[in-house]
């Protein structure tokens, strides 16, 4: 098998794409533009390979020629997800499962270059499906974008808040919210003030659709009717002011969710936890006291109080077309290990209150990752606004359930096998 | 041009691989093992999916078809970068430059889905550039782990502390972990203690890979050595205590780094900043202030002071093989903006102390992904030991750079239009 | 003039005192219950002193009595304050004023040992009086309480966070918690789940009273009948769970408020800038934003932007009766400094989301502490309920403005001071 | 008993004192300097008492008559205390104990107004001491000071950094450290950059002085050293920079530790638990589990996974001339409790990373609170540099102990006691 590169492609770049490739590096055609000029996508990116491979920043020329492109639906990509493409990176997709979740069963597709990392999320899926199956539930769901706004004095910041946290004034925030969107619905707001300054944290729905897009629009317009009538005095200073909070650690999201909240459960018997995850329950539960509780703590840790969940939130958002620039808040989880039925079996949670996914829009367009959320059974808009987008939260937090207890047996383990050693190492009785 | 898959290749999963499922199904061949079982990465992978399409946990057996798989080098990947493997996830790959970075010239690879990315951050390359380009400098750099530790007392674990805090214990420390790594060297171990609980943390000189197995190996020499003599009274309940902190945002990296500490800055003309960013010096910096300064310190932000690193990070991660599960500490970032020379012109830095990157190893050993590297120039090991590695995250640090600097702008030009038109909204004098 | 202290007061000892204190000595008389016992506060005040110097875990009987114990009204403290009283610590107190708020202006009682404090604040108090006054607003107002509570399972947790959501049943909750008080009042109850435990945290309103034992008696109401009705499976293991968060630093309180939450803020015209402050206008706020906010941030700050806040605050509260220990989360602060009026005045505001002050009960009920009370107008409840807590509020955000504007001013100073003596340093043209 | 207060002391006010009040109130002698215009402390009190009743910011001018004044040493206090001084605020003194910690026996004062306390304490003390006592270590001790420093550009702020890192450079900034200190001693210092600032944590040595004064005069030569050679390029913006951090919650106390770091432990038999704190160990290591770690984790807590240690720690302090506003960061704690001997009897300690202590200079000056000290027996300077201050720490961290252990035990005792109601509430078998 070969890798879609330029060794073996070398005969498709010909007809007059050299020509093009002239006019580029001599500036009379925008190599941004491509797409649009040439009316060709792929061609457009045939270009733009032999155009880079002559750029000055390019330490290897032969090496553009390594990166895959052909296969690739360009079309797609276009105007939507990404720019300037000059091909694709393949992440290799591996599955996990079967997980028993809510009574359905789920295969698991995770995308990752992190070896033992699918292996060990399927050993997690297959202690919980022995199990009889974990349970989730979605505590809440809503998508925030908080806009920083600038007041003349922080008495006029403070009767912002004051107006948007009346019940009354949120209806009216709402009507605007909803002339710009068919699917999204203000929820809520709350205005966080430091001096004149004024964060107005807007909490929406927006169906299926992770939704930041929708809530900026929306945002958008309800600022633009109240600078038009009460709050003339308001300067929307950047429609994102960082207590969204997007993309970014932060204690807000932790506290207040963002997206969907979720918490996963499991009893596992004491007979699988040895059979399966080759530890004890003693064992797994004093761990993950020391490690994600306490050890935790002493970091300093903000949301951190688990394992590895970005490892799995990252896999699964890779493969499902999500944005995985968002795990630093989606991975926000702490996970509870704790004896159950009198010590012999073990119970196991995650509760994830940031869990940001969308089946709709983003990079769930593109044919392979709308195909694993069709495997999911949740591609597409669901039946009831954001059912899709919930029962995905949920499958976040079951292979999440799944990951951590795998990682932790496994750590446990290696503590009950030292000790075993020592035991051993001991000199027998004379 | 048609996507590689199923669709398109039912023949080639002719010869032999029905009779092959049908073992899998029936449990004669277990399913994780294939590509041992069957000695060939690529056959296995056809079989899988077949296997895939007949379990209860797929919603869609014809989706699993519409996943990619043809043309890529699952050898490679085998027993190294992902288990269960039934084809690939390709995500589009852009580049942003050119960015002149310490005198070198780059075009950086951004792999994403998130549309407008690469263009906004290529448009901040632009602007570095034509200011005669970015500085960088590595404050630091270091791989750490800190296993979790259990004393009898919290008394034995002061004196475990004490022990491993002076100067003279560390050079015995470091002769045991040398015995495990030709590449990897202990530079320093600090120790948190928690009651009887002790959190080690090994902070090691990893050469050009990013180095966590290489360091997990050397503490557990140090750890059985000193087990077998001052210290036999300690336990180690995990090798991972979660004050290394991998994966979860914690103030240990922010305040003590991990992997490369990374300062950027560059000086942005007035006259660059109004053609190339359509914005001027003091929205920009009131911006930064009202957003990445105020906002993120209102919303309880740890390490999360900047617009988007994160977003910068993931694609940059992905492009080049790096762990993007990682970028929840590696996009710790905070961008200042300041006027500069009177006013006239901008100053700009983004410092991140916590970037965790290696040129060996891990995802880098797949050929797209190397292929990246190379472009940079970066990939495989430096002529100095741990010299690429440094390369590639002084270029992570340039390439938020310029991310932070164009979104800043445009946030901010969207304040300065909305200023214009309430400007012109308002009625001409009589 | 003498201290109160032993030294002049041994013949007040006299009467039978040496009897009692063989009695208490001997075990016959318990040492924590003398005030009962002897029917006489100071008398035991006396006996306790006596039975103390011959304690062995005393390292000087004779320093016992140095510590001041004449003048004091035992019985105020007796039952209410304090337990195994021998005797008082005086603090000095000073006033820092006049402080011009609201169109109010107050002489701030400030009670401590740190040198400077006092003078500085009123140094700030001058120059914000000067500059016409500060004005004040209290953005909310509610003392909160988290019990923990634990469920058979997360669903269960998850079932009952979201019954607590539902605004019909909060009216349920807040039936149940007015049978307990007349003066306190439910206001709203948001429920964290982690896997099966479900930390609700109550927001009441306290009138003026800071309100936790109110609202701890009031939420044991609303358990009692929950666990009674629908919810016979919840487990009230500790009536704090620290959501609440008392006295430590969490985000909680830094996002969602405790106690008052307000913001303060002044313009200082550029002349009392320079004359009052000593300082410049451009100084003063490029110190803040290096200090308080950069600084802050990288230090990791919870609510710590700001130079001193907790000074100010503790000393305030320790010349109120306020519990200083709460200081913790009183403190958090946010402080901002900006060039106003073209660079020609200075806008500084302070914003502090978790005042906790009561001017009932606690401490206030001491008559030296209510007089201080008395001298601020707020002694004892308001007219409208909670009135003169907020009040109280108001003051402690103003006297917090007028610290943080001294310290600010005389650091950058400093900086000033040096800036000049470099300039002056340099050889003179030739 | 009578409060020494204007009520009963108006005839001492007499001789003169009118005729000088009337000249304050009309500017010819200013109000904060009567100290040294009259010469006489004490004198200056009674005649600022007389000018602050005059005052228009004062709602009761009887009021002020009401806080005591007499016995009190003013001229302590002057010039090293607090200025403006128009008397005292007392606080009752109680004591806990006898405390049995490292061998010795305590006698612990706490001056508080929070009913309960000291009688809780004093309960864990019992507990502990019945035990066989508690042990403590000093993990560490250094008082720090982190001046921001601005330099041209990130890269000199980078090099900045690395001068300071090198350990030969450090000889050299000890060595002008040393010059302005007999006592103190600089033992190091990092430094983090952001942009181009830099904060230079200094950690110093200060004997038995809490040791900020003595550190930033110290500082403040090494900046004039380098500033003078090397670094002419350094602009000291401020002399904290608030990583030092002071008075803040900040990671970077918690992570590196300000002042003492230090541990307390003790196991209690079951049957103390049982008869002295009245719950079982069962029930308190899953309360503290729930609350201490659980349930602070949820709340974003920085330090705060305790259950009250600020209480302990603000009381101490107040008692012993310590500076109260610093318990933002001294009562920074962990508190573990887990089941020892199999489950029969308790194992508690706390770690408190930050405790900021002294047992020379601030607040130790003043009689009463050094009487307080005596009492420990660690008043003054101690035979070995630092061991007073350090002695104190283990008293302060061997007091929160105790408090901890009390509270959480009547917490969970709370919980018993519903558990076995809602036992013997159930219906009895027929």
Redesign the interface.
């Known amino acids: 098998?070969?890798?879609?590169?330029d060794t073996h492609t070398d005969t498709a770049v010909g007809n007059g794409v050299d020509a093009v490739v002239e006019k580029v590096c001599s500036d009379e055609l925008p190599v941004?533009s491509l797409e649009r000029e040439l009316g060709d996508c792929?061609r457009a990116v045939l270009v733009?390979r032999e155009w880079?491979k002559r750029?000055?920043?390019?330490?290897?020329a032969?090496?553009?020629?390594?990166?895959?492109h052909?296969?690739?639906?360009?079309d797609a990509?276009h105007?939507?997800?990404?720019?300037?493409?000059?091909?694709?990176?393949?992440?290799?997709?591996?599955?996990?499962?079967?997980?028993l979740l809510n009574g359905k069963?789920?295969?698991v597709?995770?995308?990752?270059?992190?070896?033992?990392?699918?292996?060990s999320t399927?050993r997690g899926c297959k202690a919980i499906t022995a199990a009889g199956g974990a349970?989730a539930?979605v505590?809440?769901q809503g998508m925030t974008r908080?806009p920083?706004i600038?007041f003349p004095?922080?008495?006029r910041?403070?009767?912002f808040?004051?107006w948007m946290?009346d019940p009354a004034n949120l209806a009216v925030a709402q009507e605007q919210f909803a002339t710009t969107t068919r699917f999204g619905r203000l929820t809520s707001c709350r205005v966080?003030?430091?001096?004149?300054?004024a964060?107005a944290r807007f909490v929406c729905a927006t169906g299926d659709a992770m939704g930041m897009n929708m809530v900026s629009k929306g945002v958008s317009a309800v600022l633009d009717f109240l600078?038009a009538g009460s709050f003339g005095d308001l300067?929307?200073?950047?429609?994102?002011?960082?207590?969204?909070?997007?993309?970014?650690?932060?204690?807000?999201n932790?506290?207040?969710g963002r997206g969907c909240?979720v918490?996963?459960?499991a009893t596992i018997p004491g007979h699988v936890v040895e059979s399966v995850l080759k530890t004890t329950v003693a064992a797994a539960c004093?761990?993950n006291?020391?490690?994600?509780?306490?050890?935790?703590?002493?970091?300093?840790?903000?949301?951190?109080?688990?394992?590895?969940?970005?490892?799995i939130?990252?896999?699964l958002y890779?493969?499902c077309?999500q944005?995985?620039?968002?795990?630093?808040e989606s991975?926000?989880c702490?996970t509870?290990l704790?004896p159950a039925n009198g010590g012999a079996d073990l119970?196991v949670?995650?509760?994830m209150p940031s869990i940001e996914v969308g089946t709709v829009g983003?990079?769930t367009i593109?044919?392979?990752?709308?195909?694993?959320l069709?495997?999911?059974?949740?591609?597409g808009a669901g039946q009831e606004a954001g059912s899709h987008a919930r029962e995905l939260a949920t499958v976040v937090a079951g292979a999440v359930l799944a990951g951590e207890l795998s990682l932790l047996a496994a750590?446990?383990a290696?503590?009950l096998m030292?000790?075993h050693l020592?035991h051993n190492r001991k000199p027998a009785a004379p």
Not at 70 to 74: R, S
Not at 239 to 247: A, E, I, M, R, Y
Not at 295 to 307: D, E, I, P, R, V
Request: proline share 4%; glycine share 12%.
């Open positions: 098998m070969v890798a879609h590169t941004h792929a733009r880079l750029q000055p920043g390019v330490a290897s032969e090496a553009v020629g390594r990166v895959p052909e296969g690739f639906d360009y990509v105007g939507a997800c990404a720019e300037m493409v000059f091909g694709y990176i393949p992440l290799p997709v591996g599955v996990a499962g079967p997980l069963t789920y295969q597709p995770l995308a990752t270059v992190e070896g033992a990392l699918i292996a399927r349970s539930a505590l809440s908080a920083v600038r004095s922080a008495i910041a403070a009767a808040a004051a946290h966080t003030v430091a001096g004149r300054y964060y600078s300067e929307l200073l950047g429609l994102s002011g960082n207590v969204c909070c997007d993309k970014k650690a932060a204690a807000v932790w506290i207040s909240s918490v996963a459960e004093e761990l006291v020391a490690k994600n509780l306490i050890g935790s703590a002493m970091a300093g840790a903000l949301g951190g109080f688990n394992a590895h969940a970005s490892n939130v990252t896999a890779l493969a077309g944005d995985a620039a968002q795990n630093v991975s926000q702490i509870l704790e119970h949670s995650v509760t983003g990079g593109l044919a392979p990752q709308r195909a694993c069709e495997m999911l059974g949740v591609a750590l446990s290696g503590h030292r000790a020592a």
